[in-house]
């Protein structure tokens, strides 16, 4: 005689693989929708260019007005003192790609050369600085998650060269009184390897203090750092995570 094992519903759901179970479909069913086509040739077809090499249409002054940095030569350069500069659009869960070189010249130490930041939400930072044979905090060096997690590898190029971010980011989430339901997650590629791993934020960033969260927006803009140093981005896209 053949026995049946009779599973219940809650023990499925009790089990560590029930994010797994595709209840309403079969395995390999004929049924089931297929993922929705992107075309990819150069930015995907459902991406969003947040700088083209061209102008700063998609930017703005995070202090209000135009973004002053300067554009030529198919890049934009932070303009010191200018100010950050921020997108004009608001965003939540994205797939993020951006390209950035520090100055060829070589000036200062740690964090003096070619310092400057990747803020998403406004308010989450991944660093930008020339980190090639430049001693810093470990948690202040290019790629690291500013104040809270270094990266796996320093796999910083020399400076001049470009340098891409490949960053995946889910924001934090809040229940109705504002409390933390689930942390902000980042994983980043720092020119193709792996350095941030679905690491999960302390809060936003903060300067020589603990980081913490407090309830804001579903969306907000991404910022770019002016640190006072005349770093360069290319090549900025962006795709809205469903």
Known sequence: MKLIRVVSLSAVLASPLAGQVPAQWEVHDTLRPPPRIVSVQGVPSDGIVLFDGTDLTEWRSSQGGAAKWRVRDGFVEVAPGSGDIETARRFGDVQLHIEWATPAEVKGDG????????????????????????????????????????????????????????????????????????????????????????????????????????????????????????????????????
Request: charged content about 20%.
């Open 111 to 242: 964090q003096g050369r070619g310092n400057s930041g990747v803020f998403l939400m406004g308010m989450y930072e991944l660093q930008v600085l020339d980190s090639y044979q430049n001693r810093t905090y470990a948690d202040g060096q290019a790629a690291s998650i500013y104040g809270q997690h270094p990266p796996l590898v320093n796999a910083a190029r020399p400076p001049g060269e470009w340098q891409t971010y490949a960053i995946v980011f889910r924001r934090p989430r809040f229940d109705s009184t504002g409390a933390l339901s689930s942390p902000a997650r980042m994983t980043v590629l720092h020119n193709g390897v792996l350095v941030h791993d679905a690491v999960e934020l302390f809060g936003a960033t903060a300067n020589q203090r603990r980081a913490t969260y407090r309830a804001h927006a579903d969306r907000l803009p991404i910022k770019l750092q002016d640190h006072g140093n005349p770093t360069k981005f290319r090549n900025i896209w962006v795709r809205e995570i469903e």
